[in-house]
């Protein structure tokens, strides 16, 4: 059975490009005053022309055919304004044409026909620029003569990025009609440059050489024409000629080995491959009618029938080995259900008319970008399903060949390629575009947020009720399968009642700008807890209306999923679900970063400011203290919370990381709500006067994968959270603007960053444990917890040690050592692993203050073991293990180790290791 296969049937080009092209966005319904069957040397700038006496009406046309898809008209004229002989286009009025034209959001930096039917040309190096207008270029003939040199572009283009900066470029034919009887035609490659086309490079196709086709298949551009054969005369050129032509370095080039040719056929015309029979499937034919088939209904009475489309990839050349062209041939099919299947088809040119010889059914393709003829082989250029691939969503492109065998096209070998350097770095959407694009399908006409706002006209004149759309968020991805990151946008209507109808939009990356591809509603009233794109998909989790839930407090979760069907965003039937409630296990076990304290007022971006939740308790870091305190859900309403009391230590902080601290404690505990919004913690607070507040918070970033790193080069900076875990570090001097000293005692201050995200401290006389928050970016925030409170020596640097940890917001390594810079400036503690202060633990002994002493006064002094040994028998020594089990290094370093026994017992087998102060497996 056939597996559902999305199809894009929009047509861009002639062929279709190497790059993306931009995905058909819905169109208002316009009504058509007359239609229009594309001629050769139409582009839709005369053709406005013709109709409305100005070209510049031309966008009007491509809005009110995609607008109007069915089998009257084309269904979709692309980006680029490309549009073939034989199409039918919809003309609107002059009034609506005036108003399409005006609201058309064409973006400005991506080549069109139109651009190229007035740009400036140069046919070789010594000739004159011609600039041409509205699509023609005359001047005066040679003194005496009575004719025209004119030019003027022939009606077959292609558009890609042929220079790797992420900006389609094109490639035209000028065709330059002298005034004697000459008539030549030249390939133009014109580059993008901010959105105008300038040639970069030509090669002349020759005299009287009328074009068929220009593929772009990989990275190779193939240009089918008629030239003169070896025995032909200048005006009756027979022989079919397949040209092969790469870019590089802006110049077009290719090689003898590059040519292949054929004898011509009257048969190979686009306009008469598309009114012959092709195969279809088990020995059926379908009939095609100036490039379409419809057939019957399925039933009396049914609306579902069969149809098919020819599709732009067409390709010219030899397949059957008799030194005549034939042609290959793309189209869609639709058996009358929800599917449209893509077909590569040949016909034969040995007579006066093409004959339908095979055809295939490309099943796992979603989407032909060219096709052409090479050595006698079909390569077609695909997007086709790829491993992991869902159902909806197709992400692999590959160059796949046929062979035309016993009168069937039989597939060979498929050459997968991976996505351009160039469209990996191409720009990225931002939010202001976001804010400020054009969205589709909430309205019968599309909306443009200023700002991200959109107010229309009041119901009622005089009246403050009118629609408004608010933008509520994004998250990234690709969703069309480019390899370049589109976005899902979340968008809130409200019409004037008490709904607010949440809806999700597809903007897609076409050159860095934002094209709108559809909105679908979701619910009235909903949040969304979880949003992520996923292999080209929009995947939710959202909440619903559940059992006992009102229309207004939606409580249970569910989940939904969105991709792109034929171009437009659609939603993606799933199994049927039971809603699950929520409650406080969705909270449990999570930790969030404050992103604002109010809408008007951000977190300040250096001192992170956390919460985390578990087991009804929460947890944290309030930017300078840490801190902790319960909560609670209400029954009735699990979205209703209650917190507090807030418990915090006491440390001093300065301005403004303590004014914030204070308005974040006291915000926290007059929490009264909380929810989801798109992925993040919203909590409501009481402001008083029956004013609320919102604290938003992030999920933390995920935690990069762990993998084996090569030793720093000298003087090599580093910032590996791997590395800074693999031994405790001890404190060797301070750095800041105004002083630097050193640590006289580096054993007496120690810190032990531990894998799990826990710290060990020792400050001279006192001990302290805590957690940190670090990054492979270098950033680094520690939170100290409960500490001993012993009195220190008058010269004991404890209190500056710990307060610095506090203010510690970064980390590096540069030649074996630790250093930890704090906010604002504010200085540099550097610090070295304890093995290379005096060579190594087992030499020196100082970090757990082994040198010269027994192992029971070890033991007895040492805080991290006192607890431990109480009624109990012990050994301690040192032992070396690898510095660094997760990279692997092959360096090694030197720890402390307590071996326990139960009483009056001998070493058992199974006694218990400690190494930097804390149990790390049995041995």
């Not at 046929?402 to 469209?423: C, F, H, N, R």
């Amino acid at each position: 059975m056939k597996n559902l296969i999305i199809l894009v049937i929009a047509i861009v080009a002639a062929l279709m490009t190497l790059a993306p092209t931009a995905a058909q966005a819905q169109q208002p319904q316009t009504a058509c005053e007359n239609a229009y069957t594309v001629q050769p040397g139409d582009w839709l700038g005369k053709v406005a022309a013709q109709t409305y006496g100005d070209a510049a009406l031309y966008p009007a046309i491509a809005a009110a055919t995609n607008a109007n898809p069915g089998p009257d008209y084309v269904n979709f004229i692309g980006a680029n304004n490309v549009i073939l002989p034989g199409w039918k286009l919809c003309l609107p009025s002059q009034a609506d044409a005036a108003a399409l034209a005006a609201a058309a959001t064409n973006d400005p930096a991506t080549l069109t026909v139109d651009d190229l039917q007035n740009a400036t040309y140069t046919e070789y190096a010594e000739a004159a620029p011609v600039t041409l207008v509205n699509g023609e270029y005359r001047l005066p003939g040679p003194d005496g003569s009575t004719g025209e040199e004119v030019y003027s572009l022939a009606d077959t283009f292609a558009f890609a990025d042929f220079d790797g900066d992420g900006s389609e470029d094109a490639l035209a034919v000028l065709i330059s009609d002298t005034a004697g009887t000459g008539r030549f035609f030249t390939l133009m490659l014109l580059l993008n440059k901010n959105g105008v086309p300038t040639q970069a490079d030509s090669v002349s196709l020759g005299d009287r050489s009328p074009m068929k086709a220009i593929n772009l298949v990989g990275g190779d551009i193939y240009v089918d024409y008629i030239t003169q054969g070896p025995n032909d005369a200048a005006c009756c050129a027979t022989q079919a000629t397949s040209q092969k032509f790469r870019v590089e370095n802006g110049k077009l080039m290719t090689g003898e080995a590059d040519i292949q040719a054929s004898q011509t056929s009257e048969a190979m015309t686009r306009e008469k491959l598309g009114n012959i029979a092709y195969p279809i499937d088990e020995g059926e034919q379908i009939t095609f009618v100036n490039g379409k088939y419809v057939g019957q209904p399925e039933g009396e009475g049914s609306a579902s029938f069969s149809a098919a489309e020819m599709l732009a990839p067409l390709a010219f050349g030899d397949l059957t080995g008799d030194g005549i062209e034939d042609a290959v041939v793309t189209f869609s099919y639709s058996g009358g259900g929800s599917g449209d299947f893509l077909y590569l088809a040949v016909a034969e040119g040995k007579g006066t008319e093409p004959v339908g010889q095979a055809s295939l059914w490309l099943d796992t393709a979603g989407k032909i970008n060219g096709v052409a003829v090479d050595n006698g082989q079909v390569k077609v250029d695909v997007l086709r399903f790829g491993p992991g691939d869902a159902e909806c969503c197709v992400t692999e492109r590959a160059i796949v060949t046929y062979t035309l065998k016993d009168g069937a096209l039989v597939e060979g070998e498929a050459q997968v390629i991976t996505p351009s350097a160039a469209a990996s770095e191409a720009a990225a959407l931002t939010v202001a575009e976001l804010q400020n694009a054009t969205y589709s399908g909430i309205y019968e006409e599309p909306v443009t947020l200023t700002n991200g706002k959109y107010e229309g006209e009041p119901f009622v004149e005089g009246d403050s009720s009118r629609p408004t759309v608010e933008y509520w968020g994004e998250v990234f991805g690709d969703l069309d399968g480019d390899g370049l990151e589109d976005a899902a946008v979340f968008l809130v209507e409200n019409s004037g009642g008490t709904g607010n109808f949440v809806y999700v939009s597809a903007q897609l990356n076409q050159n860095g700008q934002p094209v709108d591809a559809g909105t679908v509603s979701i619910e009235d009233r909903i949040q969304v807890k979880s949003a992520a794109i996923e292999n080209g998909q929009i995947k939710l989790e959202i909440t619903t209306e559940g059992p006992g839930d009102a229309a207004c407090c939606k409580s249970h979760k569910t989940n939904k999923t969105y991709s792109l069907q034929n171009g437009t965003l659609a939603e993606i039937p799933g199994p049927e679900e039971t809603p699950v409630k929520i409650s406080a296990a969705d909270l449990n076990g999570t930790t969030w970063t404050l992103l604002e304290l109010n809408p008007d007022q951000s977190a300040l971006a250096d001192t992170p400011v956390t919460i985390s939740f578990a087991d009804g308790k929460i947890s944290g870091s309030g930017g300078c203290n840490n801190y902790n305190g319960g909560f609670s859900l209400a029954g009735d309403n699990p979205f209703g919370m209650t917190v507090g009391p807030v418990v915090s230590t006491k440390m001093a902080c300065p301005d403004p990381i303590l004014n914030q601290e204070t308005a974040y404690f006291t915000a926290l505990e007059k929490v009264s709500q909380w929810g989801y919004r798109i992925g993040r913690l919203v909590m409501y607070y009481d402001k008083g006067q029956g004013e609320f507040g919102t604290l938003l918070f992030a999920p933390p970033a995920q935690e990069p994968e762990i993998g084996q790193a090569p030793a720093p080069a000298p003087g090599e900076r580093i910032t590996s959270v791997v590395e800074l875990t693999a031994v405790p570090v001890q404190w060797l001097s301070f750095t800041d603007p105004t002083q630097q000293f050193d640590i006289a005692n580096p054993e007496n201050y120690t810190i032990a960053f531990n894998p799990d995200g826990t710290v060990n401290v020792k400050a001279d006389c006192n001990n302290a444990a805590g957690t940190y928050t670090a990054d492979d970016s270098g950033s680094l925030t520690i939170q100290l917890g409960p500490m001993t409170l012993a009195a220190c020596p008058s010269d004991s640097r404890s209190d500056e040690f710990v307060q610095s940890l506090g203010f510690v917001r970064n980390f590096f390594m540069e030649n074996g050592f630790v250093y930890l810079d704090m906010m604002a400036d504010g200085g540099t503690l550097k610090l070295a692993p304890a093995s290379a202060v005096e060579g190594s633990i087992a030499e020196a002994g100082q970090f757990f203050n082994l040198e010269n002493i027994t192992c029971p006064e070890f033991v007895s002094t040492s805080p991290f073991f006192a607890d431990e040994v109480a009624g109990e028998t012990y050994e301690c020594g040192v032992v070396e293990v690898p510095e660094n089990y997760a990279a692997t290094s092959g360096r090694t370093i030197e720890l402390v180790y307590l071996r326990l026994f139960s009483p009056a017992e001998t070493p058992a087998p199974d006694p218990l290791l400690y190494l930097s102060g804390g149990p790390v497996g049995r041995r």
